[in-house]
């Protein structure tokens, strides 16, 4: 188990996940405690079926756990009403998948800008939009579809999407895993390069040990908790 941090940026307190089968419930996470500050980032390990990506799940409140809390800068989102946790999420809360999950129909400008339109009023987010374009080395394709990019072009694109609001906590489910091995290493390369060590939080579920070897800290998912290496 994680030792406390003080202040910390996300908290999970004996959280447990289990899915209702016909044979019964089906336990996936069994009490997993631990807590990030601002500025840690995290690989989070494990074989296929150990529950990794139903962590990043809970984490990012796209499912409710069965026991346990989460604490995002103190707040417990699962305490919210629906509307309150949609923004909430949106606003807190950036998501990069093994999937880049781009709308075909949109340009790559469009697609960074989509986090932007649920809950309109904020400041200027073109500026920020194309900033981050920029940052991700595709400041060329902004009027580009993801058809015309390749896997690597696609991925990087997601990430802009993911920082457009600035989230508290970056969640990156097997970022580099549909990719080539030079797409992959300037996928992460570029993760960190975005990752900001004062302010936001980065945890990324990955197969790789290589990729896991460059982060601060290593959580290893066993028999449904978590140990740190």
Same mark, same amino acid.
């Given at each position: ?5 003080? @202040? ?46 139903? /962590? ?15 604490? !995002? ?11 309150? /946790? ?12 093994? @999937? ?8 790559? $400008? ?31 394709? $902004? ?27 970056? /969640? ?17 390369? /570029? ?35 978590? !140990?740190? $290496?």
């Amino acid at each position: 188990m994680m030792n406390p941090r003080t @202040d910390p940026r996300l908290e999970v307190l004996d959280l447990a996940k289990s899915y209702i089968t016909d044979g019964g419930p089906v336990p996936v996470l069994t009490g997993v405690t631990f807590s990030l500050a601002a500025g840690d980032s995290v690989a989070v390990v494990g074989p296929s079926g150990c529950g990794k990506s139903t /962590l990043l799940q809970v984490i990012g409140t796209l499912d409710e756990p069965t026991r346990g809390k989460v604490r !995002i800068e103190g707040q417990d989102p699962f305490e919210l009403g629906e509307a309150d /946790l949609a923004r909430f999420r949106n606003e807190k809360i950036g998501f990069v998948f093994q @999937d880049h999950h781009l709308l075909p129909q949109y340009t790559l $400008l469009e697609n960074v800008l989509l986090p932007t339109l649920a809950f309109p009023g904020g400041p200027s987010a073109e500026g920020r939009a194309r900033e981050l374009l920029r940052r991700v080395g595709l400041s060329h394709r $902004l009027d580009h579809r993801p058809a015309q990019l390749s896997g690597g072009e696609r991925q990087r694109t997601a990430i802009a999407r993911a920082l457009i609001h600035r989230p508290a906590i970056l /969640l990156c489910d097997e970022p580099t895993g549909n990719l080539d091995e030079a797409s992959a290493a300037s996928v992460a390369d /570029l993760l960190f390069e975005l990752h900001d060590p004062g302010e936001s939080l980065l945890v990324v579920v990955t197969h790789s040990m290589e990729l896991a070897g460059r982060f601060d800290r290593r959580l290893q998912m066993r028999g449904g908790t978590c !140990i740190e $290496l």
